[in-house]
């Protein structure tokens, strides 16, 4: 390590060379962090680093590339010195270099408290707020990796998100996000994740509601699905997934925020199965965005049985426990709204499929199941006398001795049990 510096240190026509096999020697843990220890190493790999020499200064940022790839945090404590010059070269004309400076960065952000805090005072979020202009799609990319970064720090709902906020990133995030289809995925993906990160902040809903992120981001779920192919391309579930977190988590804080478009179910149930044979946690995110479209919503509650789509959605059911819970909560959804949705529910054959479902050992499960029974029962009566027929108080009688179920249990099996035309009393 030593001699690899005093061959930079040299100032002799090789040292392009001699900076090259200091880059190789990087890649190892160990000699990163001997490299960092040395008395005046990261003095002269800044040194080289601002050269007036484009190679050398090419190779100076390749080797700083791989010191911000360690995760000790002394590691990336001793670049401290640099981050000023990062920024600074973000706005240089090589589009090779700004990315090299970009990704650098970022895994810096990732690594070291101490960094993040020094870069918000030396603007950062000004000088990314000025890059995310770039016609290049590599800047952009690795742009969203340094912002995305940044928003998934502890520190960032109180401190980064507010600079954020008061720039002009979250429009242009948003309509980077909107024309990732046209324009390629990859800077796409980074700022849909970083848009995600914001929702998840809970600091900023108003804000990206204000900017139309709810009819934008179901826009591009219209555009996504009409453009999917029976087999969707690799990498598109990248951009999918953080999109539906994002939409389900706005219309979680501004229901009715999506305009009633019923293209947008449509939309939903293409992409889910689409996605389902090869990346089946796409299923989960589609449904989470839907039970949220359909929470307290006649409208979409509706436009389920109207479309046809009833059917499709019992068919995941089986899946996984996850999926279970959601298709169950978005049925609970559409039995909530009274007796003609109770009704539709029971002419598309629902009971039969839930009783393998009070057969599963999860407790939330079963427990989600008996919720929908109780509003079926108390909506549509006939209901209860065909979940009878079909084996229902079988099926009943195995959680009444469960402490969490067995009221619940009880009192529908109360139901079913009584006679067909019993009144109930009075109360």
Not at 158 to 166: F, H, K, R, S, Y
Not at 289 to 296: E, V, W
Not at 319 to 332: A, G, R
Request: charged fraction near 15%; proline fraction near 6%.
């Amino acid at each position: 390590v030593l001699e690899l510096l005093r061959g930079v240190q040299r100032g002799s026509e090789d040292r392009r060379r001699e900076l090259g096999h200091l880059r190789w020697a990087l890649r190892n843990r160990e000699t990163q962090q001997k490299f960092v220890r040395l008395d005046g190493s990261m003095r002269t790999l800044v040194g080289l680093f601002t050269s007036s020499l484009a190679a050398v200064q090419m190779e100076a940022a390749r080797c700083l590339h791989e010191l911000s790839h360690s995760s000790d945090p002394a590691v990336a404590e001793a670049c401290l010195p640099v981050t000023s010059y990062l920024l600074t070269y973000l706005s240089g004309h090589s589009v090779e270099f700004t990315e090299l400076c970009l990704y650098t960065l970022g895994n810096l952000v990732v690594e070291s408290e101490a960094v993040r805090k020094q870069l918000l005072p030396q603007g950062i979020i000004p000088v990314l707020a000025s890059c995310i202009q770039s016609p290049h799609e590599a800047v952009l990319e690795g742009l969203g990796y340094v912002l995305s970064q940044l928003l998934q720090a502890k520190e960032a709902p109180a401190e980064i998100i507010p600079l954020v906020l008061d720039s002009v990133l979250p429009q242009h995030m948003l309509r980077l996000v909107c024309s990732g289809l046209k324009a390629g995925t990859g800077a796409a993906v980074e700022f849909a994740w970083c848009l995600h990160y914001i929702v998840c902040s809970h600091t900023a809903d108003a804000a990206l509601l204000a900017l139309g992120a709810v009819p934008a981001l179901a826009s591009l779920l219209l555009d996504l699905a009409a453009e999917m192919p029976h087999d969707a391309p690799d990498g598109l579930e990248l951009l999918v997934c953080p999109v539906l977190r994002c939409l389900g988590n706005l219309l979680a804080e501004e229901p009715g925020g999506h305009g009633r478009d019923e293209r947008l179910l449509i939309a939903l149930f293409l992409i889910l199965q689409s996605f389902l044979p090869q990346h089946p946690f796409i299923v989960q995110e589609c449904l989470w965005l839907l039970n949220n479209l359909t929470a307290d919503e006649p409208f979409f509650c509706s436009a389920l049985l109207s479309l046809g789509l009833l059917p499709a959605l019992l068919q995941l059911l089986p899946c996984s426990q996850m999926v279970t819970v959601l298709v169950l909560m978005v049925l609970c959804n559409m039995a909530a709204q009274g007796p003609v949705l109770c009704q539709g529910l029971h002419q598309q054959d629902t009971l039969p499929l839930l009783l393998p479902v009070l057969a599963l050992p999860d407790p939330e499960v079963v427990g989600l199941c008996l919720e929908l029974l109780h509003l079926l029962f108390l909506h549509w009566p006939e209901a209860a006398v065909d979940f009878a027929r079909h084996g229902g108080q079988r099926a009943l009688e195995q959680h009444c001795s469960t402490s969490e179920l067995q009221e619940r249990a009880r009192a529908l099996l109360d139901t079913v049990t009584r006679p067909p035309g019993a009144a109930t009393s009075s109360p």
